[in-house]
């Protein structure tokens, strides 16, 4: 399968260390979005790899426990709950990718989260390799109509010109809102 979920926020594998999306959370997006993102995966399986999903809608509770959890100096990596943000429209993704023949991820400049310059995209002291997997990711999501965030090479909103309004369901109320992927 060209996109395997590991929603990392669904874990106690992310920033907080702790599990803050309901156990039975799924991927979602909006419709347009979630199609442009299989339209990604399918331009990057003939190349040998698949999408890894970290995270796509997400709760504006959610962005709120984040926000008041994480230090001053972290919050450039995360949303003002006030503004809410393009996660809690059901309009952005958090990605990389991995092998189809392996099923492992790739290598990257940083890992998932990371609040540090490695997690820019213009972070240019790393692998060859880690830079190559980040052009490749960036040049497909581009092509389908997503737009990077600078200090984050995972995260990346869909241009749209229609905003959705913030929504707040929590994970077994979305169905039927937004599309899983």
């Known amino acids: 399968m060209p996109i395997q979920i590991d929603l990392k926020y669904a874990t106690q594998d992310n920033i907080l260390g702790r599990a803050v999306y309901h156990p039975k959370a799924q991927a979602y997006l909006l419709q347009p979005a979630a199609q442009a993102l299989h339209r990604v995966a399918q331009m990057l399986a003939p190349q040998g790899f698949g999408l890894w999903i970290y995270d796509a809608y997400r709760p504006w509770s959610v962005t ?40 492992q991820e790739v290598e990257m400049p940083s890992l998932f989260d990371e609040t540090t310059p490695r997690a820019w995209h213009n972070y240019e002291d790393c692998s060859d390799q880690a830079k190559r997997h980040r052009k490749t990711l960036k040049s497909a999501m581009i092509g389908q109509g997503f737009v990077p965030v600078p200090n984050e090479w995972w995260h990346y909103n869909f241009k749209t010109e229609v905003i959705a309004p913030i929504l707040n369901y929590d994970f077994p109320e979305v169905s039927g809102i937004l599309t899983a992927l």
């Open 64 to 103: 709120k426990t984040f926000w008041d959890s994480v230090s001053v100096s972290e919050r450039d990596y995360f949303a003002d709950p006030d503004q809410g943000s393009m996660h809690n429209r059901g309009l952005a993704v958090d990605l990389s990718l991995f092998f189809l023949n392996s099923g």
